[in-house]
């Protein structure tokens, strides 16, 4: 039994790390961010290079047909780098839904577009988290009605779209009737958006007439927030760390106070349970899809409440510092605060485990 990472994942979460750290370091964030770029489309064009956006795509479609931990490891880089890069929706969300619900001319269409990275793909799951009052998609008459809030990887291509019974559809982003609006959310390292549908033409994944499908989409996009939100909190983590042991006052490094050196020991004590939690969450859903859906629930809630208080704690040893635009630390605290929120929160994600276990 291996408790561990293979050789091969630890090479390709060092090799996503070093491309993360040459193509996207701080600056190229904060230009993305200050400038509300559609795309980053140098830093797209790098991680394309590597095939990160046909993970998860079988090689029969131009694919590496690796499975969620590797995913898992993919966006726990992108976490820690902040990077302004479109893979929740576009690298797993729409080709997982295509792979299992879509026709094998929808595979053979879509799945080869999307491994090459040459479409991005948004997703608009967020009703089926929790639709607010006037929110929702319907499907009228072979045509899509109403409106999607808080579409993943907004500036896409086409769109994996849910209807409120959960039938999955595949939306072009020139389609006639449908308008987009970008949303402005506290992170601008990612793209968020509204979708308005006005009797859009839309491609039904056959699939997906079992809801079973969307529920594991959720699940999916769930687990990848959790290991964003663990690689955000352990760059926060060290940042913290780094800090404590160069900013002096009283003619002493700050760390070596007591009550500092406590707030990093807290900090590091919650976060390293996290990874085990993540990864095993992340292989629940390749190798046990019966317990997977339950183990996206415990780890999106726990990394949510994990996250928001490295976020804090590490932004408090920071001092003053810590707010100021100078560090940057806020792109993290940021990103760690939506993927609270998205396809979810924490209290919603214990709601649900405790169905799944029948306990209310």
Known sequence: MDFGLSE??????????RLLADHAPLTRTRRFAEQLEARA??????????GLPGLVIDEAHGGSGLGMLEAALVAECLGRHVAPLPFVATAVLAPLAVQCAGSPAQRAEWL????????VAGAALAELCGAREDAGVRLEG?????RALFVLDFEADVYLVASREARLFMVHADAAGLSRQALISIDRTRRLGELRFDGVAAELLPGSDDARHARTLIAHGRVLHAADTLGAAQAMLDMAVAYAGTREQFGRVIGSFQAVKHLCAEMAAALEPCRALTWYAAHALSALPAEAELYACHAKAHLAEVGSFIAR???????????TDLLGLHYWFKRIGLNRQLLGSAERAREEAAQL????
């Open 112 to 119: 080869p577009r999307l491994a090459s990275g040459a479409l």
């Open 313 to 323: 704690t590490a932004t408090e040893v920071h001092g003053g510092m810590g707010f």
């Open 357 to 360: 276990q029948g306990l209310c």
């Open 142 to 146: 072979g045509r899509l009605f109403g």
């Open 41 to 50: 489309e140098d830093v797209w064009q790098a991680v394309t290079d590597i």
């Open 8 to 17: 091969q994942q630890t090479l390709l979460a060092d090799s996503v790390s």
